[in-house]
């Protein structure tokens, strides 16, 4: 890891901060995991958006949500919708690895503040993180 990235990485300091992380690859949330231990933010996960619901329900401190539009049983599109019914406030960025095909206005229109897309770099990541924490 190279000088500047690390400096990226302690200048965040982000341990009272909650973030949702709701991704069904395994190697993107150990990535993602992987990049925030330094920031010593709070990480909840989980693969399944149905569940991120009831996540977001009972987890008020939730700060961020980091959505995957890919997901096994309902999209992140969907999700974000019904989370946007419950909790209008909190800031969901969207995570795609199928940019190229993706219907940006729809996401932003479902609720989503931002998009990155994968892979996506350290930076990319902190900065957008950055953006709404």
């Known amino acids: ?9 302690l200048s965040k300091n982000w341990k009272n901060k909650t973030i949702l992380l709701v991704e069904d690859d395994t190697v993107t949330i150990d990535y ?3 990049i925030l231990f330094e920031t010593k933010v709070n990480i ?3 693969k399944d958006g149905d569940d991120a619901i009831d996540i977001i329900k009972n987890n008020p401190e939730i700060n961020l ?3 995957d539009i890919k997901l096994p049983k309902t999209s992140g599109i969907e999700i974000t919708q ?3 019914a419950i909790n209008t406030s ?8 199928h940019a190229v095909t993706l219907n940006k206005q729809e996401v932003y229109n479902a609720g ?7 892979p996506f770099t350290i930076e990319t990541l902190l900065t957008t993180i950055s953006k709404y924490l």
């Open 44 to 46: 909840i996960t989980t």
């Open 65 to 67: 949500i980091l959505m």
């Open 112 to 118: 989503c503040v931002d998009i990155i897309t994968k």
């Open 82 to 84: 019904k989370v946007r």
């Open 90 to 97: 909190i800031p969901i960025v969207t995570q795609t690895a």
């Open 1 to 9: 890891m190279d000088k500047a990235i690390q400096e990226l990485l």
């Open 32 to 34: 993602i995991k992987t």
